[in-house]
């Protein structure tokens, strides 16, 4: 029997939402503590091809190009610049695969907790029928996680995780620095190649002139495909934060419900506060907004709501 004081509505119910697991309560333990990981394979498999597609370049750039080289400055500067950004690339691929990008907690759509929300008579609240989570305003749900996302941008299996409110910086600095090294490459075994023709073949690398060749066009046609592809992914992040629009809601062609932010202002909520340096900097924490949902304490225990529309009804 519905309760009054939550009295419900169904609509938007969609076909493929009616055939569903049912709710389940919440899972108390894997909301607290546990680092954020994702059980997807694919998702696994592309994040392990990103680390040893990185060491393939690291391996060309030392053993075949720097080490080699005469001219101690050169290979010294190269060394540490290369290996510096590479280091960042990874370490920002870590943190946005095991950050929680924004996960809304599992199973919270019980009576008690809409009655903790203290929501206003006639506010309406959405369940997420999958997850059944009470959905806060611009979360959505994704099927490879199998939760809602605040903000999500969009799921990446590159780095085996949805993009969300709080992992989206992560994601950004992944892109740069990827984008960094890969222009780094190039630029590297452009004037490997000038050197190497300049000189003899035989002195110019520790290996055969053919393995040395086929190394380096390997590592070209990497540098050249993940600088175009990281160089897009960053310019459309920068531009999804800017105009305070995720990829989702610009591919549904939502209209804005929700105050936008000046692009400065969207800057600093992504990356954490005002400007400085921890913005390049994937080993500093995000203090971001939270959505008001989420500044309420966790759910207690309780019956879950069946409704995916609950509306709070006017007093009489
Ligand atoms: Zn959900
Ligand atoms: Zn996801």
């Known amino acids: 029997m519905k309760s009054p004081v939550h009295r419900c509505r169904d609509v938007e119910r969609q076909a493929s939402n009616l055939q569903l697991d049912p709710c389940v309560p919440p899972p108390r333990l894997s909301d607290t503590g546990a680092m954020w990981f994702v059980r997807d ?3 696994i498999v592309c994040g392990v091809i990103t ?15 720097l080490l080699p080289s005469k001219n101690l400055t050169y290979s010294l500067v190269n060394g540490v610049v290369f290996n510096g950004l590479a280091f960042f ?3 920002s691929h870590f943190r946005a695969m095991c950050t929680d990008p924004g996960a809304v907690p599992k199973g919270n759509a019980t009576k008690e907790f809409i009655e903790s929300l203290q929501l206003k008579p006639g506010q309406v609240v959405y369940k997420c029928p999958k997850c059944c989570s009470i959905k806060p305003d611009r979360a959505h749900h994704c099927s490879v996680c199998k939760r809602c996302i605040r903000k999500m941008d969009h799921h990446c299996p590159w780095v085996n ?5 709080t992992n989206q910086k992560y994601f950004v600095l992944f892109t740069m620095y990827i984008a960094l090294i890969s222009l780094h490459c190039l630029l590297m075994v452009v004037f490997h190649f000038l050197y190497c023709f300049e000189d003899d073949w035989t002195k110019c690398s520790s290996f055969s002139p053919p393995a040395t060749v086929i190394l380096l066009i390997l590592l070209c046609f990497e540098g050249l495909l993940f600088l175009i592809f990281t160089s897009v992914m960053f310019g459309t992040q920068v531009h999804s934060i800017c105009t305070d629009e995720t990829g989702i809601e610009r591919l549904k062609g939502e209209t804005a419900t929700w105050e936008k932010l000046s692009c400065w202002e969207a800057m600093k909520a992504a990356f954490g506060g005002p400007f400085s340096l921890s913005w390049f900097s994937p080993f500093s924490e995000l203090t971001c907004r939270r959505t008001p949902l989420e500044q309420v304490p966790p759910a207690p225990p309780g019956d879950i709501i069946e409704e995916d529309v609950i509306e709070i009804p006017y007093e009489r």
């Open 41 to 43: 394979a694919c998702g």
């Open 51 to 65: 680390w040893f597609l990185v060491f393939y370049a690291e391996f060309v750039v030392l053993f075949v190009m």
């Open 89 to 91: 690339a990874l370490a």
């Open 161 to 165: 995780n949805c993009v969300g409110e």
